[in-house]
Nanobody, 120 residues
Framework: QVQLVESGGGLVQAGGSLRLSCAAS????????MGWYRQAPGKQRELVAI???????NYPDSVKGRFTISRDNAKNAVYLQMNSLKPEDTAVYFCRANVRLLSRSYVEVWGQGTLVTVSS
């Protein structure tokens, strides 16, 4: 019913920057909060950034000041600008959205993930 498609991952040197994008499509009435999560090999998935439909953002201390989440409600899209990247930021990054469908029911949707590799 709803798909999230991420793009923008890749290989970057430590100290570099990347910008991830995620676009939602399907039977969308509206989107509440949207977020980015990551999962490194052998570790649990963790929150990277979250943004409400009103634009309120929240970040864990590990990325605060380096990462910035933003969204374009007209495009049903969310972005993650990542600066000053560190090798420990290496992970698969997932987009998540809390979507209200045209039927007015709610569904949580995840993207397929995009790999970010930061070399030292």
């Amino acid at each position: 019913q709803v798909q999230l498609v991420e793009s923008g991952g890749g290989l970057v040197q430590a100290g570099g920057s990347l910008r991830l994008s995620c676009a939602a499509s399907g039977n969308i009435f509206s989107i509440n909060d949207m977020g980015w999560y990551r999962q490194a090999p052998g570790k649990q998935r963790e929150l990277v950034a979250i943004i409400s439909d009103g634009g309120t953002t929240n970040y864990p201390d590990s990325v605060k000041g380096r990462f910035t989440i933003s969204r374009d409600n007209a495009k049903n899209a969310v972005y993650l600008q990542m600066n000053s990247l560190k090798p420990e930021d290496t992970a698969v990054y997932f987009c998540r959205a809390n979507v209200r469908l045209l039927s007015r029911s709610y569904v949580e949707v995840w993207g397929q993930g995009t790999l970010v590799t930061v070399s030292s």
